[in-house]
């Protein structure tokens, strides 16, 4: 059997090399810890882009996006790591001043991590395939959590 540029087994494994360059794309995009989100942004656009053959190289389809949501994925992200920062400060107060924790604090601090992790799921993405405020974009990744709540849990 000849394999061929144009055969389905060299198509799959170009698909495959793309989806690990993004990776480290990502990867390498991440590492300050501000830009996490813009990273996340434009690896989900480029494994959507380049994977369906809609833009022509991981590279240049990664840094498009990047560029393009480089202010809003670090509003993003700086809103998450301060909503993190309150978590982790409740959950301390809780345990530290109560000892084994009062299980209605518990509950509440529940609460507060619910809406920060099912948005987190789907924000990015939300912010990738469409536009519009930041607001409107939690909205969204809110709405899509809830509708979707069993992929999501």
Not at 40 to 46: E, G, K, P, R, V
Not at 57 to 70: D, E, G, Q, S
Not at 103 to 121: E, N, R, S, W
Request: with cysteine.
């Amino acid at each position: 059997m000849k394999l061929s540029l144009d055969s389905p087994v060299m198509e799959k494994a170009e698909g495959i090399a793309d989806i690990i360059i993004a990776g480290f794309l990502w990867l390498i995009f991440s590492i300050p810890i501000i830009t996490i989100g813009p990273a996340s942004i434009a690896l989900y656009y480029t494994v959507a882009k380049v994977c369906r053959r809609k833009r022509d190289t991981v590279w240049h389809a990664f840094l498009h996006a990047f560029k393009i949501n480089l202010k809003q994925g670090i509003a993003c992200t700086m809103i998450y790591l301060l909503y993190l920062s309150v978590i982790i400060f409740y959950f301390y107060i809780t345990f530290e001043n109560a000892g084994q924790g009062n299980p209605m604090l518990l509950l509440a601090g529940i609460l507060l991590v619910v809406p920060f992790l099912f948005t987190l799921l789907y924000i990015f993405p939300v912010i990738s395939r469409f536009g519009g405020s930041l607001g409107k974009m939690f909205q969204y990744a809110f709405h899509m959590s809830m509708r979707y709540f069993p992929v999501t849990i």
